[in-house]
Nanobody, 124 residues
Framework: QVQLVESGGGLVQAGGSLRLSCAAS????????KTWFRQAPGKEREFVAA????????VYADSVKGRFTISRDNAKNEMYLQMNTLKPEDTAVYYC?????????????????WGRGTQVTVSS
């Protein structure tokens, strides 16, 4: 079973930046495509970004395109989300997830392993 642990969340002012990390342990060879989702209070979990196993393919939600960058370092079993020009509407719990297949998908149901999340709060 792959375990995922997020870190790097916190409180930041609008316009600021944060870098989230997701560390994987266990049989990490079975985690192929990786993704970030987020969930704000009272809202459904929504897709943020995804990256293929070797990082050649990425996809972003329209709401974060141009501001967020997803990346990964397979040698370290880590994935990252660089978030710039943060807005109050980016406030949410951010989750990393991984799939056993190397297919980028915007549906949370496509991912097999999930972390517990890290809180990001953007003040206006």
């Amino acid at each position: 079973q792959v375990q995922l642990v997020e870190s790097g969340g916190g409180l930041v002012q609008a316009g600021g930046s944060l870098r989230l990390s997701c560390a994987a342990s266990g049989p990490t060879w079975s985690s192929q495509a990786k993704t970030w989702f987020r969930q704000a209070p009272g809202k459904e979990r929504e897709f943020v970004a995804a990256i293929s196993f070797i990082g050649r393919e990425t996809v972003y939600a329209d709401s974060v395109k141009g501001r967020f960058t997803i990346s990964r370092d397979n040698a370290k079993n880590e994935m990252y989300l660089q978030m710039n020009t943060l807005k109050p509407e980016d406030t949410a719990v951010y989750y990393c997830a991984a799939s056993r297949v190397d297919t980028l998908d915007l549906s949370a149901n496509s991912y097999d392993y999930w972390g517990r999340g890290t809180q990001v709060t953007v003040s206006s």
